[in-house]
């Protein structure tokens, strides 16, 4: 038996990754940076951010939504993130 399908297998904190879009000058992407730090050095998970303005297919998708925070890749929230909420996507 080779162990666990990978499936299964609960992901470690470094194994994740969250990612903040965000803008220059906008005070809802500071906090919401101020929560990602946060969390990210509770929990020992990598971080990092994209800026919207640098980035076409970014802006396309999310400028109406700015701050966005995905998590592996997939929209978690947008505009304003939920501390606990957080913790509680990268630690299940």
Not at 8 to 29: E, Q
Not at 64 to 90: C, S
Request: one cysteine or more; a negative charge.
């Amino acid at each position: 038996m080779a162990g666990m399908s990978p499936l299964f297998r609960r992901r470690l904190p470094k194994d994740r990754l969250v990612t903040l879009i965000r803008k220059p000058g906008c005070h809802l992407c500071d906090d919401a940076q101020a929560v990602v730090e946060k969390v990210c050095a509770d929990l020992g998970v990598p971080w990092e951010q994209k800026d919207i303005t640098q980035d076409r297919e970014l802006h396309d998708r999310y400028w109406e939504q700015i701050p966005v925070v995905l998590v592996d890749g997939e929209q978690h929230t947008f505009w304003r993130v939920n501390e606990d909420r957080l913790r509680r996507a990268l630690t299940d």
